[in-house]
């Protein structure tokens, strides 16, 4: 059977004016990933993107490391939701940084006051009685991500893989569809996501299926520094 592996991103630079980029700490991560694979003695047929900065130096950091040559071939569909139009949907002094650094002041901790107020526009997002207001809603967002799962595995022939980089969010809509979960228990999914984390997938004549979860094993023990989530 043909086997996809998904990939999150290593931790971007939130905070920083342009968040999509791997912080120095994301950059460990995709490294460590690669080694990771390549003590496992894994390798991909194929090696796919999304679209964003992000993905592609974990992609490369990741292969380095594992000595592996490989095309980074780009694919949109596997590209994040725009976080920052949700947020400035629900709260508009987020397209002004200093207004919005003002905001996260005013919490007494900045970074739970923030992870509330996302969960917050996530919410209004996913509702879909706003969906006018966004330049793709929430359905069609999931169509987007399991409509790249499917193009992915038409490449794919018996016995190959695919390894992607990709986002949390895409992650956990293909998850969801795999599993049957509600929108808000996506939601929670994709808060639990490993930075470097591993989703397998695996595509049977008859069903695809998910093998793994948010694996994040080769950031434990001695590596356990490099575990993180935002």
């Known amino acids: 059977m043909p086997a996809l592996t998904l990939i999150r991103h290593g931790q971007a630079s939130f905070g920083a004016a342009n ?7 994301g950059y460990q991560q995709g490294t ?6 390549a003590e496992r003695g894994e390798s991909p047929t194929r090696v796919f993107i999304g679209g964003m900065l992000r993905h592609k130096q974990t992609a490369e950091a990741c292969l380095q490391a594992a000595g592996i040559q490989a095309e980074l071939v780009v694919h949109a569909g596997f590209n994040e939701f725009n976080h920052e139009q949700v947020l400035e949907r ?14 996260l002041a005013s919490f007494d901790n900045p ?10 526009a996530l919410m209004r997002w ?9 330049d793709e809603s929430w359905r069609d967002f999931q ?6 799962v499917s193009d992915t595995f038409d490449y794919l022939g018996d016995g190959e893989s695919a390894w992607v980089f990709t986002s949390g969010g895409c992650i956990s809509v293909v998850a969801q569809a795999l599993l049957e979960l509600s929108d808000a228990t996506a939601l929670k999914v994709n808060w639990t996501l490993a930075n470097g984390g591993l989703t397998q997938l695996s595509q049977g004549r008859l069903a695809r299926q998910l093998i793994s979860l948010n694996e994040h094993g080769h950031y434990a023990g001695r590596h356990r520094a490099l575990l993180t989530y935002r």
């Open 19 to 25: 968040y999509d980029q791997l912080s120095a700490l």
């Open 32 to 37: 460590r990933l690669g080694e990771a694979f």
């Open 90 to 103: 629900f709260e508009p002094r987020f397209a002004d940084r200093a207004e919005f650094a003002k905001l």
């Open 111 to 120: 970074h739970q006051g923030f992870a509330s107020l996302f969960r917050a």
């Open 126 to 134: 996913v509702d879909g009685h706003h969906n006018s207001d966004y």
């Open 143 to 148: 169509a987007r991500c399991n409509a790249a």
